[in-house]
């Protein structure tokens, strides 16, 4: 049972290109969230999705973008990354109206 | 932004001692959870409490909550090397979104 698992696990990026993070779980759940923590702030909710094919803004989502094609994947896309945009990102997923999120390992992006 | 925030930032203990930290939130919650992540891994669920509970206990784990302070307090007794790791509460409110803080860093020294 492999849980909630993200790729890739380490990034380097030049500042303007761009890239997707994937999260995919196989424990069948509607909500997925994706996360990004930076040192000394904590876990900020960049964009969530409450079922295929649905998205939705959480807290910073200025610069990424999201699907939900498939109930099992939630992609993290940044069309022109800034070196605003160095951080660890974390997918999480929970049953509908359960509160208790399951993450993934991790993606630590830098860019220059 | 965020809405819980841990105090301490950093707690450095001996092993066998008791580990406490708290939690103090600004708006009003449907529950509480405690996290812990440890270095370069992702985060794990430890406890959840709801809003209309006090306290709950989860093996070596004892939460806390008071709404009225809008604050909560984790303790971890009998601390061991593997408790070292940065400890996260996080509030839920009706839309199923939870807010992290910036978390508590513990270290258990041998």
């Known amino acids: 049972n492999a849980g909630v698992t993200q790729t890739p696990k380490f990034r380097v990026l030049k500042t303007g290109q761009s890239m997707t993070l994937l999260c995919a779980q196989d424990m069948n759940h509607e909500y997925m969230y994706w996360y990004r923590q930076d040192p000394g702030m904590g876990l900020r909710l960049i964009h969530y999705?409450?079922?295929?094919?649905?998205?939705a803004k959480g807290e910073v989502p200025d610069g990424y973008n999201v699907s939900r094609l498939k109930k099992q994947n939630f992609l993290l896309g940044l069309e022109s990354a800034a070196p605003s945009q160095t951080s660890v990102y974390f997918c999480a997923s929970s049953y509908p109206r359960a509160w208790e999120l399951f993450f993934g390992e991790g993606s630590r992006l830098t860019v220059l | 932004s965020q809405q819980g925030e841990e105090d301490p930032q950093a707690l450095s203990i001996q092993e066998g001692e008791n580990a406490t930290m708290n939690c103090s939130y600004k708006t009003s919650i449907n529950n509480l959870q405690w996290y812990r992540q440890n270095s370069g891994r992702g985060l794990v669920h430890l406890i959840l409490?709801?809003?209309?509970?006090r306290e709950k206990h989860s093996g070596r784990l004892r939460v806390t909550l008071d709404t009225s302070k809008k604050s909560s307090s984790l303790l971890i007794t009998a601390s061991r090397a593997a408790d070292t790791a940065s400890y996260f509460c996080?509030?839920?409110?009706?839309?199923?979104?939870?807010?992290f803080g910036a978390g508590t860093t513990v270290t258990v020294r041998a």
């Open positions: 996080a509030t839920g409110s009706i839309d199923y979104k939870l807010s």
């Open positions: 409490i709801r809003s209309n509970e």
């Open positions: 999705s409450v079922g295929e094919g649905t998205t």
